[in-house]
């Protein structure tokens, strides 16, 4: 049976909605995407205005709601994305003694997962998701526990933790009550990401996927398949666009320069140019300073991690709108002396030939994991109302509506469709000890 799936990301930039068909095959199709900019009302991916965010939100919706491919259908349910700079992993270790030789079964693993997610952590934080990285069995190691016959068992997981105030503030907008649209789960954004980006025999070999945000970078890196590292450091394109205006170039003119202009590597001629009445070398300094310092602080992650650059033969994958700069997959590569590429979706989704925005990769990812790893409907087909009988045609009209109200609460059926370093890159340097996981100095909604 096909199923419909709505989502919702919301980052530091910009709100992604997006409508998706689970086909019988297993294939998602991607029939309508959204977006709406929340830089003034979301900070490092939490949000600081609940009002404004509602606002963009239900735009989002309603422009949905009016695709040729959803019409004359209605949303009553999402799945939310979580990113922001304190989302980061966390390793436990957690084992139970099954007392004597037995078949582990799903409630055993239950049993361990539950362990895993109470294990004490710091007082801010809270635990979001657990995933599995290892199992011993006995003495058996393995990613596929159950089945397996011992008398104890013992796992590590990488428990998701990040500040409450993430998921609260979210869950403040309360799109239930003011939308009649459900929650059906939160989703974290980078392992959305994870989970569709890079092939399986690049998480197989080692690789590193990075999604280099408007104020926030995620880090996580794979190995023998699974999740080793997982970090969110304080440092984006919007960076690089503050350090343009410090030449004196106004915001919104920086922005479109390094957009149109900005390049990650020194030009091996500069021209003597000037833009806005300043020299084009200064600005350009800016750009590949900041870029080199973005660039290092990522790649300094897998130190922190314990994994050598040589483990990652599967490179580096960028995501994300700050990774469009211009010859930053060719600076990650000639620091790193790894191979970098841009992220692509893969054959199993489909966009209904549409090409998509590569800035709503991070929306169709959590789209994506919804439709594979639930089995929710997320459509309610609108209810047709019969009206008075014309009286010139003795017909019944039916009325399918386009706006939100209580035909949802009808029967429900199958929804329809319609068919190398420089000199400035010394003004920057690691930020080392700064990046510590969890540490969020912005003031939130409380």
Not at 96 to 107: A, C, K, Q, S
Not at 157 to 177: F, H, M, P, S, T
Not at 189 to 214: F, H, Q, W, Y
Request: aromatic letters at 4%.
């Amino acid at each position: 049976m096909e199923r419909y799936i709505a989502a919702l990301e919301i980052s530091s930039s910009k709100i992604i909605g997006g409508v998706g068909r689970m086909t019988p095959a297993g294939k998602l199709d991607v029939l309508a995407i959204r977006q709406e900019q929340c830089s003034d009302c979301v900070r490092y991916g939490i949000v600081q205005n609940v009002e404004e965010t509602f606002a963009r939100i239900s735009r989002v919706i309603a422009s949905l709601e009016q695709d040729k491919a959803v019409l004359p259908n209605k949303i009553s349910g999402v799945f939310i994305g979580l990113s922001g700079r304190s989302l980061h992993s966390i390793e436990a270790n957690v084992e139970l003694n099954l007392g004597e030789e037995t078949v582990i079964g799903p409630d055993t693993v239950a049993r361990l997962r539950t362990q895993a997610e109470t294990r004490a952590i710091d007082s801010p934080l809270s635990v979001i998701d657990a995933v599995p990285r290892l199992f011993t069995v006995g003495n058996t190691k393995t990613t596929e526990p159950i089945g397996n016959l011992g008398s104890s068992i013992k796992a590590t997981y990488d428990l998701i933790a990040c500040r409450a105030q993430l998921k609260k503030n979210i869950e403040r907008i309360d799109l239930g009550k003011r939308l009649d649209i459900n929650t059906l789960g939160f989703i974290v954004t980078p392992l959305a990401a994870g989970n569709l980006i890079p092939s399986t025999e690049e998480k197989r070999r080692g690789c590193m996927l990075v999604d280099i945000g408007a104020e926030t970078t995620s880090v996580i890196i794979y190995k023998d398949g699974s999740l080793r590292y997982f970090n969110t450091l304080p440092l984006g394109s919007r960076c690089i666009t503050h350090d343009i205006t410090s030449t004196g170039m106004f915001e919104e003119n920086a922005e479109t320069y390094k957009i149109q202009s900005g390049n990650a590597m020194p030009p091996e001629t500069a021209a003597n140019l000037r833009i806005h009445d300043i020299d084009t070398k200064e600005i350009n300094r800016c750009i590949v300073g900041r870029a080199e310092e973005i660039a290092i602080n990522i790649l300094e992650q897998a130190k922190y991690a314990g994994i050598k650059d040589s483990d990652l033969p599967g490179g580096i994958i960028l995501i994300g709108g700050g990774s469009l700069l211009n010859n930053l997959c060719e600076l990650m590569q000639d620091i790193s002396k790894l191979p970098a590429r841009r992220g692509q979706l893969p054959a199993s989704v489909e966009t209904s030939g549409k090409s998509p925005d590569f800035n709503a990769l991070e929306g169709i990812s959590v789209l994506h994991t919804a439709a594979t790893h639930s089995e929710a409907q997320c459509i309610t087909a609108a209810q047709e109302q019969e009206l008075p009988i014309n009286s010139t045609t003795g017909g019944e009209l039916p009325l399918s509506g386009g706006h939100r109200d209580d035909t949802r609460k009808g029967t429900e059926r199958k929804p329809g469709r319609k068919r190398s370093k420089n000199k400035f890159s010394k003004w920057f340097g690691k930020i080392g000890d700064m990046l510590t996981p969890g540490d969020d100095e912005d003031d939130e909604l409380s």
